[in-house]
């Protein structure tokens, strides 16, 4: 069982196509390397997902996990809420744009050493014959 501490900033004024491009960088990534990497960017939404990666990691720490062993398994930016403004225009018109939020969330899980897998309980699945097979009579 993979045990997993899941941490969450919400409606940040960062466009989610921005903070996206930080959080696909440490998806997968050690803690402390992800954390090395977002010290040296230099975005805002690195500083964002470094303060919420720290959060993720004393939160781990309250579950009795160590540092070096936690590993980035999510790390995602979603869309939030949207701030409708409008751009003053020539001749008492205007044009609407909107200013976006983002939801970022990481989720911290621990590195399980690799056991060996065994077939002893696993069902064997007879791979599908092919047309070009039945007609040359092979079975598989």
Request: no cysteine; net charge positive; aromatic share 4%.
């Given at each position: 069982?993979?045990?997993?501490?899941?941490?969450?900033?919400?409606?940040?004024?960062?466009?989610?196509?921005?903070?996206?491009?930080v959080?696909?960088s440490?998806?997968?990534?050690?803690?402390?390397?992800?954390?090395?990497l977002l010290?040296?960017?230099?975005?805002?939404?690195?500083?964002?997902?470094?303060?919420?990666?720290?959060?993720?990691?004393?939160?781990?720490?309250?579950?009795?996990?160590?540092?070096?062993?936690?590993?980035?398994?999510?790390?995602?930016?979603?869309?939030?809420?949207?701030?409708?403004?409008?751009?003053?225009?020539?001749?008492?018109?205007?044009?609407?744009?909107?200013?976006?939020?983002?939801?970022?969330?990481?989720?911290?899980?621990?590195?399980?050493?690799?056991?060996?897998?065994?077939?002893?309980?696993?069902?064997?699945?007879?791979?599908?014959?092919?047309?070009?097979?039945?007609?040359?009579?092979?079975?598989?």
């Amino acid at each position: 069982m993979i045990k997993i501490v899941t941490v969450a900033l919400r409606n940040q004024r960062i466009s989610p196509k921005k903070a996206r491009l930080v959080m696909r960088s440490i998806h997968g990534k050690k803690a402390s390397e992800a954390m090395s990497l977002l010290e040296n960017q230099n975005k805002k939404a690195s500083s964002l997902a470094l303060r919420l990666l720290k959060s993720g990691i004393d939160a781990a720490q309250k579950k009795d996990f160590r540092e070096d062993e936690l590993f980035i398994k999510e790390a995602i930016a979603q869309d939030g809420k949207r701030m409708k403004r409008y751009f003053i225009r020539a001749r008492g018109r205007s044009s609407p744009y909107t200013k976006k939020m983002s939801h970022l969330k990481i989720s911290l899980a621990k590195i399980e050493p690799l056991h060996a897998v065994s077939n002893a309980g696993k069902k064997v699945v007879k791979q599908r014959q092919t047309r070009k097979d039945k007609k040359d009579g092979k079975e598989s």
